[in-house]
């Protein structure tokens, strides 16, 4: 690798406030704001909007869409393919 190209790999806390979530993991994101961590060093954060606490598919929260009846609604209302 080059030196004095690629940004500093450092670790940081990944947040999801939604949820209460909180994760250290390594990253080159920067962050003006820091928080000091369970081993008590002090870390960047990056507070984001979903994460594995939060987003549907993970928590077992999703929705499953009825593409079957979503085809055949269409298909009654603008005819199926190859129709005149």
Known sequence: MKSGI???YRPVVFR???AGYAF???S???SD???EWEDGNTYPVIDVET???SHPFYTGTA??????GRVERFERRYGKRGES
């Open 16 to 18: 999801d406030r939604a």
């Open 63 to 68: 929705r499953v869409l009825d593409t079957a």
């Open 33 to 35: 704001r820091t928080i």
């Open 51 to 53: 994460s594995s606490a």
């Open 24 to 26: 250290l993991t390594r």
């Open 28 to 30: 080159t994101a920067t």
């Open 6 to 8: 690629h940004p500093a």
